[in-house]
């Protein structure tokens, strides 16, 4: 069964940085490819970003709201997805969710459904 | 304002059957795969359906998803109490280069 454990979440004032982290188990995590999910209080879902396995590229993809303040990484060697997020405001504020994505290989070709299986979630807070 | 656009609410009586919309464009649903999730309250979205119409192991068949043109639907078949929850459709935009929910449905069982 695959799980995934987010940590790292807080308090943080605005202007500052945070580092999510995603521990997963149950999959082969270098074939994976994650997403990071969010929601705000009250609020619906909204996609910050994915990142592909190595093999499918290694890459990260953002939303516009977040590209170029956010960072995500992997270290296939511990399962372990991360986000790096700088420059918070107040509007980041939610709860942040891991997720591993569907994907197919098939003829050389990457097909992508979505997300698949959720963490948790861990808080973040953006306060003065 | 979301990409995919969803009613806010729908409602039916236990044992009846409720459809949910979900609206798009040909750079999201008309192009793409359609997935649909549920958040029951106070815990982290499921996913019910991806590829549109495919519902992963362990989701019941009462479940069901389509797609037509540039929109999809979620149905779902025999009500019960325990599916009241927020449900809400998402795919990839390849104008955005990114994934898009749509704003959510609330489901409310009478």
């Known amino acids: 069964e695959v799980q995934l454990v987010e940590s790292g979440g807080g308090l943080v004032k605005p202007g500052g940085s945070l580092r999510l982290s995603c521990a997963a188990s149950g999959l082969i995590f270098t074939n994976a490819w994650m997403s990071w999910v969010r929601q705000a209080p009250g609020k619906g879902l909204e996609w910050v970003g994915r990142?592909?396995?190595?093999?499918?590229?290694?890459?990260?993809d953002y939303a516009t709201p977040v590209e170029g303040r956010f960072t995500m990484s992997r270290d296939d060697s511990k399962g372990t997805l991360y986000l790096q997020m700088n420059s918070l405001s107040t509007e980041d504020t939610a709860m942040y969710y891991c997720t591993t994505d569907r994907v197919q290989l098939w003829r050389g070709n990457y097909y992508y459904y979505g997300m698949d299986v959720w963490g948790q979630g861990t808080t973040v807070t953006v306060s003065s | 304002q979301s990409v995919l656009t969803q009613p806010p609410s729908v409602s039916a009586a236990p044992g009846q059957k409720v459809t949910i919309s979900c609206s798009g464009s040909?750079?999201?649903?008309?192009?793409?795969?359609v997935s649909w999730y549920l958040q029951l309250p106070g815990t982290a979205p499921k996913v019910l359906i991806y590829d549109s119409d495919k519902r992963p192991s362990g989701i019941p068949d009462r479940f069901s998803g389509s797609k037509s043109g540039t929109s999809a639907t979620l149905g779902i078949t025999g009500l019960q109490t325990g599916d009241e929850a927020d449900y809400y459709c998402g795919t990839w935009d390849s104008s955005l280069s990114f994934w898009v929910f749509g704003g959510g449905t609330k489901l409310t069982v009478l």
């Open positions: 990142m592909k396995s190595k093999a499918g590229g290694g890459t990260a």
């Open positions: 040909s750079s999201n649903i008309g192009n793409n795969y």
